[in-house]
């Protein structure tokens, strides 16, 4: 069986009926990855390495997915058409390639219809590592910036 990994459990029930019992479609529950909440997490001395490290509650989606992929080593990362699906996707295949030796393949859909699902079955591509690396420039400012501007302006506003 085919795995699909979308971002809601609501969703992947809803998709799992339009692709049928040839996939086994499950949820991310969205971001699986995020920088620690601590200093050093970017690093703007070495071109702003970023340290991740996959969230707690992530850890038990993450070792399904690869567990699904036992029986077949192909993921479609199906998240949402955004920068943040994108990412999402991203960080799935950077943490999975350390589990498994899975192909991996993109689709996008704006609409959740039988129609839709299956046009984009049939279109995979790459993930978009523009729209990743705009994820992660926003992260980088909300965590250089944001943390250290926040405290200020509430003490302000």
């Known amino acids: 069986m085919k795995v699909v990994v979308v971002e809601s459990p609501a969703k992947a029930k809803t998709i799992n009926k339009y692709l049928g019992s040839d996939y086994t479609v499950l949820a991310s529950y969205g971001h699986v990855r995020d920088l620690p909440p601590k200093d050093g997490s970017v690093d703007p001395t070495h071109d702003f390495e970023m340290k991740w490290e996959v969230a707690n509650d992530s850890k ?21 058409p955004d920068r943040e699906g994108e990412a999402i996707c991203w960080h799935l295949k950077a943490e999975l390639e350390k589990e498994t030796d899975a192909q991996f393949h993109r689709v996008m859909f704006n609409e959740i219809t039988k129609r839709a699902i299956q ?19 926003r992260r980088i400012l909300d965590r250089l910036v944001g943390y250290k501007i926040s405290p200020l302006l509430w003490e302000k506003v």
Do not use: C, S, W, Y
């Open 119 to 137: 046009e984009a079955f049939e279109h995979p591509r790459e993930i978009d590592v523009d729209k990743v690396e705009a994820q992660q420039a």
């Open 60 to 80: 038990k989606h993450v070792a399904a997915i690869a567990a699904a992929l036992k029986d077949d080593n192909e993921l479609i990362l199906a998240t949402d």
